[in-house]
T-cell receptor
């Protein structure tokens, strides 16, 4: 695949349920990022992976949010006991991960709606 | 966390008009990026500016970085309907080469 892919594209869930969002980064990209985009808060950083490690989790809003990355590739963002304020578009991005800053390539996002 | 303020929040213009979008901060940017996001897609990087006073051109888009590196502007000449989208400025958070902080965005609509 040429770009970052995310699944599902849309997810509707009921308050209190757990959800898992998946991200497939560009092949060979060692850095992976999760962001959240909502009307009220704009686009916010959640977490960053370098390989399978997460050196920066500072943007996770609560302990209901967690993420993992396996094999240096696919990442899953899990939200437990979803709340209505979790409704947003969750964007994943990847980059080569070299020294210094490098271009982040974004996926199309997963639109999460919590009823 | 560095705060980025964008203006205007919404802009609706006719095809062929010119426009300018602004991005400001009270802090100095190490570098500043501009993205465009279309409905149902993620943001796409347009340009990165690094040096104070820098000007970069991308076809009909001109990006300027303020001399003091606290502000930036995006100017579009002869806007076309294909320019419609959400324009976002972003910078890397202080002390991080990975965490991007985004402005609130300018939603541009170019009417045919």
């Amino acid at each position: 695949g040429a770009g970052v892919s995310q699944s599902p594209s849309n997810k509707v869930t009921e308050k209190g349920k757990d959800v898992e969002l998946r991200c497939d980064p560009i092949s060979g990209h060692t850095a992976l990022y999760w962001y959240r985009q909502s009307l009220g808060q704009g686009l916010e950083f959640l977490i960053y992976f370098q390989g399978n490690s997460a050196p920066d989790k500072s943007g996770l809003p609560s302990d209901r949010f967690s993420a993992e990355r396996t094999g240096g590739s696919v990442s899953t963002l899990t939200i437990q006991r979803t709340q209505q304020e979790d409704s947003a578009v969750y964007l994943c991005a990847s980059s080569r991960g070299g020294a210094g800053t490098d271009t982040q390539y974004f996926g199309p996002g997963t639109r999460l709606t919590v009823l | 966390t560095q705060l980025l303020e964008q203006s205007p929040q919404f802009l609706s213009i006719q095809e062929g008009e010119n426009l300018t979008v602004y991005c400001n901060s009270s802090s100095v940017f190490s570098s500043l990026q501009w993205y465009r996001q279309e409905p149902g897609e993620g943001p796409v990087l347009l340009v990165t500016v690094v040096t104070g006073g820098e000007v970069k051109k991308l076809k009909r888009l001109t990006f300027q970085f303020g001399d003091a590196r606290k502000d930036s502007s995006l100017h579009i000449t002869a806007a076309q309907p294909g320019d419609t989208g959400l324009y976002l400025c972003a910078s890397f958070s202080s002390g991080s080469a990975r965490q991007l902080t985004f402005g609130s965005g300018t939603q541009l609509t170019v009417l045919p």
